[in-house]
Nanobody, 129 residues
Framework: QVQLVESGGSLVQAGGSLRLSCVASGGTFSRDAMGWFRQAPGKEREFVACTSWIGFNAYRAEYADSVKGRFTISRDNAKNTLYLQMNSLKPEDTAVYYC???????????????????WGQGTQVTVSS
């Protein structure tokens, strides 16, 4: 059974940084796409960033326009861990952040939440002004 567990969320002041982690268990995911989404109160879950395998040890990273240049997604396959480094945080980044995995052979746009096979329970990020 695949499980994803996020951690690292916290309360931080605007301009600060946080690093979220997502530990995956129940398999190996080096060739599976993984992503981060977030959901603010009263809003739909929205895409933040994703990473997908493109061959050998290479991965493609993609970002929502709202976080491009501030957030960085990375993965450590030896630890089965996905990261999201968040810098220059803004109050509008406040949300519950979720880690998702799209397990092969499932396909679908990584920008859409319904393409992901498994989700973590989420971690709260609150940015104060």
């Amino acid at each position: 059974q695949v499980q994803l567990v996020e951690s690292g969320g916290s309360l931080v002041q605007a301009g600060g940084s946080l690093r979220l982690s997502c530990v995956a268990s129940g398999g190996t995911f080096s060739r599976d796409a993984m992503g981060w989404f977030r959901q603010a109160p009263g809003k739909e879950r929205e895409f933040v960033a994703c990473t997908s395998w493109i061959g050998f040890n290479a991965y493609r990273a993609e970002y929502a326009d709202s976080v491009k240049g501030r957030f960085t997604i990375s993965r450590d396959n030896a630890k089965n861990t996905l990261y999201l480094q968040m810098n220059s945080l803004k109050p509008e980044d406040t949300a519950v952040y979720y880690c998702g995995a799209r397990i092969r052979p499932v396909t679908g746009s990584l920008f859409r939440a319904d393409a992901y096979t498994y989700w973590g329970q989420g971690t709260q990020v609150t940015v104060s002004s």
